[in-house]
């Protein structure tokens, strides 16, 4: 269900990188200057249509994480976009979550990643999205909840 959840979140990253067949500008078409946000419904993201969850990854999720990521590391996430969390395929329109291009985690052995990377994804990555969502987050008392799985990789799992 997590991975379920963590693919159709991160499907719709930016709507501006997929196809046009799949969004549809919610008024006047890109640069036109009169858009106007699509008002979306109040339930949870997985029931969302596929346009919708566009809508919301470009009202929602890209506003509240991209300040989160260019202020962590302005030089490393300068670029911020669909890319960073989804990678190549955006450009073929693929947003296949958890994306196993970013860090592969090892749960053992988590010493290859700088302790302040570490803090920032616990302390505010994963709490966002998890508040953005609408879902609890990931602990150990609640394991189904959202958590660092529904984005990276891991070894031995």
């Not at 809508?55 to 260019?70: L, S, T």
């Not at 970013?102 to 994804?121: N, Q, R, T």
Request: net charge neutral; proline share 10%; aromatic share 8%.
């Amino acid at each position: 269900m997590r991975t379920l959840i963590a693919s159709l979140l991160f499907i719709a990253a930016c709507g501006g990188s997929k196809p046009a067949s799949t969004t549809t500008p919610p008024t006047g078409g890109e640069g036109s200057g009169s858009a106007v946000a699509a008002v979306l419904p109040d339930v949870p993201f997985a029931k969302l249509e596929p346009a919708q969850k566009a809508e919301f990854m470009k009202q929602k999720v890209m506003p509240a994480m991209e300040p989160i990521f260019k202020n962590h590391d302005a030089k490393k996430f300068g670029e911020f976009g669909c890319q960073t969390c989804h990678g190549e395929g955006v450009a073929k329109g693929e947003f296949k979550m958890p994306n196993p291009k970013l860090p592969v985690l090892d749960f053992k052995d988590m010493s290859k990643f700088k302790p302040e990377d570490l803090k920032w994804m616990g302390d505010e990555v994963k709490p966002t999205m998890a508040k953005i969502l609408g879902l609890p987050e990931y602990t150990k008392e609640n394991p189904t909840g959202f958590g660092c799985l529904e984005c990276h990789t891991a070894v031995g799992m």
